[in-house]
Structures are given as C-alpha cells and as structure tokens.
C-alpha cells in the first residue's frame, strides 16, 4: 500500500513538472531541453550584432529557459539584467507574429533596431527577413506583432 501511495506522489509531481515545462513552451521557442536560440548567445545579437553559438560552459538560466554564451563576461552581463537580453516574441518569428503565427527563426537571420533583436523565419520558399525590410515601416510591424503577441504567447506552437 505504501508502495502504491509513493508512486501515486510521484506520477503527481512528474505530471506537475510536466504541465509546468509546457506552460513555458508557449511563450517561448525552446527545445525539448529547454534551450533557447538553439545555443545562439542573446548577447551576442545585442552587443555585437552578430549571431555566435554558445558554448556548455557559460549559460545561464532565466524563467526555466536556458541561454548560452560565448564567454564568462557575456554570462555576466546577461545575468546582471537578462529582460534586455531576451529575443522578442519569445524568439519566434518576428515577421510571423505580425502575421498572426509562431514559427521558428533562423538564428543567423535576425535584426537589431531600438535596443531590441527580432528574429526571422528563412527557408527555400520564405525569406521573412527581407519580407519585414521590403516593408519599409518596422514601427508599424513592430506594432501589430506586439498586439498580435499578447494573444500567442498563450498558444501552443
């Protein structure tokens, strides 16, 4: 019976893990690790405007959403203020969040304008990049994705 009652508490607190890791994954593009900008620093796109993979042993974790860094001073700086790091919509498609969907960027395909990196979705048919330059009004963008982001990021993928 003792045996029955631990099982039972620990199918609980697994399914409650569960449930919480996948409440983080609507508002964030993360794998199945919890990995963010598939290992791309945040600090990186900021600071530098340059898109550089992390390495294992410099990363950090914010809101259960792991990041990783070039170095031991980009760790640094990212924990001392990690909301100025953090990709816009949840590092989703910036062009696709103004279009009212949550699709994966490219993480070498991204933007840095106002303090802030947006990311974009690039494949053989779509190049959501250069659609959101041909625009020619990132404040009207930038606008509406963030209307239409209040709403996604309750979403699942």
Known sequence: ??????ISILAVMALSIN???AQDKKAYNIDNSNIAL??????????????????????????????YFTDAEQKKKFDKN????L???GGYCAFGVYAGAKFRPDPNK????DGK????LYNIELDAQQLWLAE????????????????LKGTYN
């Open 110 to 113: 991204f933007i840095v304008k």
């Open 38 to 67: 598939e290992g791309y620093s945040p600090v990186s796109y900021l600071d530098l405007g340059i898109a550089q993979k992390g390495l294992k042993q410099f990363k950090s974790e914010h809101e259960k959403v792991v990041y």
């Open 136 to 151: 020619n009004n990132h404040a009207k963008l930038v606008g509406k994705a963030n209307e239409n982001w209040s709403k």
């Open 82 to 85: 990690p909301s100025k790091y």
């Open 117 to 120: 990196y947006f990311l974009y």
């Open 1 to 6: 019976m003792k045996a029955i009652k631990n």
């Open 19 to 21: 449930l919480a890791v």
């Open 87 to 89: 990709p816009q919509y």
